[in-house]
């Protein structure tokens, strides 16, 4: 192997088919190439940018690689056919010839793809292979890989399809059945020659194209990888053909074994058969050369002997020249061996001679020269080779003896010659040479010098044989003297240096094994043809028996249930038959009693009056096949009622349900304990009792009303005849009593539902108090007479309209609205100027609020004490500061009269103390009176960061005393300003921490915190403090009231700061509320909005 760089050196040239049938040929490839393209057209890619750049660099690189990078071969014998001279130069290999196109094939689709595979098979076909089909076969290749990688099918095989590594693999081992079939075509000769060049070439087109496609391969396979999303498609994946037909499946499961066993044995057939013929050929080969070469020697020493006595008659020396000239004609005539004579003196000169009397003239070879002077010098006997007389067709032999005199001196030379083609001699020699003649095959006779003495072709006599020569008998593969390969026999001639050799072409061992082989392969040809057609017609019987099974399932599923399947045979599909017969059958039953069943529940649905309900249950348990039905009901199945008419509790169907009547007693006690009684007949069983003259039934079925674990009564069935009960039935009438129940139960839940609800409308009805009740989509779903009257409605028209369109009363609204799951209350001012307290809490069925429940209660009278108790409250604290300041300033004078004692000082600092509590006790009562008549509110833009930071400033002093610790945490998202009255704002909050700060031990700690809820700020003090008693966090925002704990009892307070808090709050249309646990501390909350709404009168909602 030796790589070069480039094809350009190479002869230019593309040999055309010579015979018809090679255009034929090539004109079908290409028409078969176009239709494939047409056929796959949808493959193509959209060709954008990107590709047609793609497309531009591939074209180049196509003449790159087709061009250069060359690896060549050495000729080697065995790639070339016979008759057909082997070239002198190497075979070239361009190794990536075929990776543009194999790119092309991924990357842009079957139309590039061919495009690009027929010019890189055009250029290799200009410069190797000199092929005309070499560019459709490229571009064959290129379209089937493009097919290969942008299926989509998604079974095993077509998965590693798509990978070009592997499907060029593929292609490569099925490439050379397309060689063989164009180079079959485009040689001419006889059809065991075309098989001979396309045999023998296909060797080396195995090794070129196969490293081609394997080069292509593997850098396609890492393009595919890197860039997945350019190569290929990558649309969903779909069924492939053979998914599509149990008959495709079936054949393409089977086409494998049956490709490999059909090829096997075909090529099984053919290397026999080959085998054979070259057997044949060598054992015919080897007898015609030991038959050639046993006839050598006796005729070599023939003519040695005969010359030898010849040369021995006294007549040469001592007779007359004309003596000499008789005894050469007789000579001529007795003995027919040769056909010349020369008789020369001891000097070399001649005598006489036939046909020429002078040697000299008969053209003596320098062999022959020398050979005299042998002789003159004492040689007995000597042979020498001569070429052949003008026409002749093989060489001549010289035989030379020394003449010898009576007295033994040498006195002479007699020189005979003869011809290998006219000798007589050496027919059987010539014959043996020659009978090869009728299979195109060449004998030849070789003489110790390698010199071919005769050639039955008679191209070759006198040329040099330079083949491979043994001391035995050897067959053996070789080139011809004509530069073609034969088969050939070398055989030595026994005691002689001379060899036989015999050769026939190599594609006569083709074509003799073509007909032993023919005959075998179109036999296996025609089997597998008939047994494809038989599997095929035979598949087609069970396909279609398959196909007629699979519309009746179609028309099963569609819910055709009425036409019964043809169950004709015994075999595998005949038991499929009858099995889809059985489901068809057994389906029909289940959807009919499915369709009882839905009648059933329909019935059931349809009404919660059992009477009503009750009927088609009735009817869906008559169709059994019984003559009556009856159900029972039992009394604790009845509504919870007293007094009224009595319901009905017995309901039957049938022609004798009422005539049997009389065992509903009887039935239902037996029902309590089974789940099922069973009495198939009975005229075997006494369980009954008959009266006389009364009907009495054949057989009877009694089911229990079961539902969540409540016995309601019992349904059964009576038959005029013993009947058996199969599974299936007693499972149907199971389910019809699980529906009688259902029924009952639901009749049972109505009524006792309806006579609740008609005992809550005759409370709510005498309740003097307004209440509501609204469900989860805000509709009013009931209100009494008393809040019909207070609100103005008319009456029960509003029920189940929405409380937009009916309450007026915006807090009374919002309240309803509220989704929680804690009490709430807020105070309303109805147009009439009364006040209620209207108290709102959710109604919770699972976890979950399905509606709402309001009562409202007059507080009007309630409203005007509170008012005169503050206004009597603010009366009195007002004309309390007078007295206290001068309480104050005389306690505080008492020291400048006069030095007082240590008792008279404690005494003093007591009634100051008194004084300043009672002080702030007026003050706060003032404050709670002015924020409760909204004097001195003033909204302004406060800045929370500030009221925060003033309000933990002006305890920090207390706090630190306290060992407390007080810190600050306004959240980054909280908005910087809210609208609100400054002071007040900061007096709620000093309220708040200044308690936190009361209540939490030494070493505690207290914390601020500000954060933004939607649209309103929420001011958080959380402490570590003696927490809040559950029993008094309901009341810790009322006036005076403190705690009953024994720690909270050792702070004094005036127990209104939290009331301040919340009035603050409120007035600012906001809330308070606390979250507490004992001992671990308490979390105190304020809302306020962001913005007032000042037109808005604010409420009172907790």
Not at 920 to 942: C, F, N, Y
Request: aromatic share 8%; glycine share 8%; with cysteine.
């Amino acid at each position: 192997m030796v790589i070069d760089f480039t094809l350009l050196g190479n002869p230019v040239s593309i040999e055309r088919p010579q015979e018809l049938i090679g255009l034929v040929g090539w004109l079908v490839f290409l028409g078969s190439v176009l239709l494939l393209l047409f056929r796959w057209r949808k493959i193509n890619k959209h060709l954008g940018r990107i590709h047609w750049g793609i497309l531009l660099g591939l074209s180049v690189l196509l003449l790159l690689s087709n061009l250069f990078f060359v690896v060549r071969l050495p000729a080697l014998a065995s790639f070339f056919a016979a008759g057909v001279p082997i070239p002198t130069e190497k075979q070239a290999i361009a190794l990536f010839a075929a990776t543009p196109w194999v790119l092309a094939a991924g990357l842009l689709g079957v139309l590039p793809a061919a495009i690009l595979g027929f010019l890189s098979g055009a250029m290799l076909a200009l410069f190797t292979t000199h092929s005309p089909f070499t560019a459709l076969e490229f571009s064959l290749l290129g379209l089937l890989l493009s097919v290969a990688f942008h299926q989509r099918y998604r079974t095993w095989v077509f998965r590693l399809l798509r990978h070009p590594i592997l499907s060029t693999a593929l292609f490569a081992c099925i490439y050379p059945v397309l060689f063989i079939l164009d180079t079959a075509l485009a040689t001419p000769g006889s059809l065991a020659n075309r098989l001979d060049v396309a045999i023998t070439q296909v060797q080396f087109a195995i090794v070129a194209v196969g490293a081609q496609l394997l080069v292509a391969g593997v850098l396609s396979e890492a393009v595919s990888i890197v860039f997945p999303r350019l190569w290929g498609f990558t649309t969903p994946l779909e069924p492939s053909p053979v998914e599509r037909r149990l008959q495709s499946r079936f054949l393409s499961s089977l086409a494998p074994l049956a490709v490999v066993l059909v090829v096997g044995l075909m090529a099984g057939a053919w290397f026999v058969a080959g085998k054979a013929a070259s057997d044949m050929l060598n054992d015919r080969l080897e007898s015609t050369a030991k038959m050639a070469a046993n006839g050598v020697p006796s005729f070599l020493e023939m003519g040695q002997n005969l010359i030898q006595i010849l040369a021995k008659d006294p007549t040469w020396t001592r007779g007359s020249l004309s003596e000499k000239n008789i005894l050469l004609g007789d000579s001529l005539r007795t003995i027919p061996y040769f056909s010349e004579f020369y008789l020369l003196d001891a000097k070399g000169k001649p005598i006489t001679g036939y046909p020429v009397v002078d040697f000299f003239a008969a053209a003596p070879t320098s062999e022959e020269y020398m050979g005299i002077t042998l002789a003159l010098n004492g040689l007995p006997i000597q042979m020498y080779t001569l070429p052949p007389n003008q026409g002749g067709v093989a060489a001549r032999l010289s035989f030379q003896a020394a003449v010898y005199d009576s007295s033994g001196r040498r006195t002479g030379v007699l020189v005979g010659r003869t011809d290998l083609a006219t000798n007589p001699f050496s027919e059987a020699i010539i014959i043996s040479l020659n009978s090869l003649s009728s299979t195109h095959g060449d004998g030849m006779l070789i003489d110790d010098s390698g010199t071919i003495l005769y050639s039955s072709s008679n191209d070759w006599v006198m040329q040099a044989y330079n083949g491979q020569a043994s001391l035995e008998g050897i067959s053996f593969s070789d080139i011809a003297p004509d530069g073609t390969r034969s088969l050939m026999y070398y055989q030595p001639v026994w005691g002689r240096p001379w060899a036989v050799i015999v050769s026939v072409p190599a594609q006569e061992s083709q074509q003799l094994a073509l007909q032993i082989a023919a005959p075998l392969l179109i036999m296996i040809v025609t089997l597998f043809l008939i047994a494809a057609l038989v599997l095929r017609f035979s598949l087609r019987t069970v396909t279609a028996s398959l196909q007629n099974l699979a519309l009746e399932t179609n028309r099963i599923s569609s819910g055709q249930l009425d036409t019964p399947l043809p169950t004709n045979g015994n075999d595998e599909v005949g038991q499929l038959r009858h099995a889809f017969e059985n489901m068809r059958s057994s389906l029909k039953a289940r959807l009919d009693e499915l369709n009882r069943l839905l009648q059933v529940s329909r019935g059931v649905a349809s009404s919660l009056e059992f009477e009503e309900s009750v009927k088609p249950i009735l009817e869906a348990a008559l169709s059994t096949g019984a003559s009556a039905v009856r159900v029972v009901l039992s009394p604790e199945a009845l509504p919870e009622m007293k007094g009224g008419a009595t319901p009905v509790t017995r309901f039957g169907y049938g022609k004798n349900n009422e005539q049997l009547a009389y065992l509903d007693e009887q039935v239902l006690p037996m029902t309590r304990q089974k789940e099922r009684v069973t009495l198939n007949n009975l005229g075997r069983v006494r369980l009954l009792t008959f009266p006389p003259n009364a009907p009495r039934p054949e057989a009877l079925l009694a089911l229990p009303l079961h539902h969540e674990n409540m016995f309601y009564g019992a349904l059964w069935l009576a038959y005029d005849t013993p009947h058996q009960f199969g599974e299936d039935e007693a499972r149907f009438l199971t389910t019809i009593a699980g529906q009688a129940a259902l029924a009952c139960a639901n009749s049972q839940l109505f009524a006792n539902a309806e006579i609740g609800r008609q005992r809550l409308a005759a409370i709510l009805s005498s309740t003097p108090d307004p209440m509501l009740v609204t469900d989860y989509q805000g509709r009013l779903l009931l209100a009494n007479p008393a809040a019909w009257q207070v609100l103005g409605l008319p009456g029960e028209a509003v029920n189940g309209k929405s409380i937009d369109s009916i309450i007026q009363q915006p807090v009374l609204l919002q309240l309803l609205k509220v989704v929680s799951q804690e009490k709430q209350s807020a105070e309303v001012e109805l147009v009439d100027g009364k006040v209620y307290l209207a108290t709102a809490s959710s109604v919770i069925v699972e976890g979950q609020p399905v509606g709402r429940i309001c009562i409202l209660r007059d507080v009007t009278r309630f409203k005007e004490l509170d008012t005169l108790k503050t206004e009597f409250v603010a009366t009195v604290s007002h004309d309390l500061r007078l007295p206290l300041t001068t309480m104050r300033g005389y306690a505080t004078m008492l020291e400048m009269v006069g030095e007082l004692n240590e008792q008279q000082a404690g005494y003093v600092r007591k009634i100051l103390t008194s004084v300043d509590g009672m002080t702030q006790l007026v003050t706060s009562l003032l404050d709670l009176g002015r924020i409760d008549a909204g004097v001195g509110l003033q909204p302004e833009m406060v800045p929370v960061q500030e009221v925060v930071e003033r309000v933990i400033g002006a305890l920090q002093l207390q706090a630190s005393q306290k060992q407390v610790v007080i810190s600050a945490d306004v959240s980054p998202h909280a908005i910087p300003l809210v609208e609100a009255d400054y002071a007040l704002l900061q007096q709620a909050l000093h309220n708040l921490v200044e308690n936190a700060v009361l209540y939490t031990e030494p070493r505690g700690q207290v914390t601020v915190k500000v954060e933004p809820d939607n649209d309103q700020m929420v001011f958080s003090v959380f402490d570590t403090g003696i927490g809040i008693a559950p029993v008094d966090l309901p009341r810790i925002f009322e006036r005076f009231y403190r705690g009953g704990q024994k720690e909270a009892k050792k702070h004094q307070g005036t127990g209104l700061g939290l009331a301040i808090v919340k009035s603050i709050a409120e007035r600012h249309k906001g809330r308070v509320w606390v979250e507490s646990q004992l001992g671990k501390g308490s979390a105190f909350h304020m809302a306020i909005p962001f913005r007032q709404n000042k037109g808005e009168r604010p409420g009172n909602m907790s």
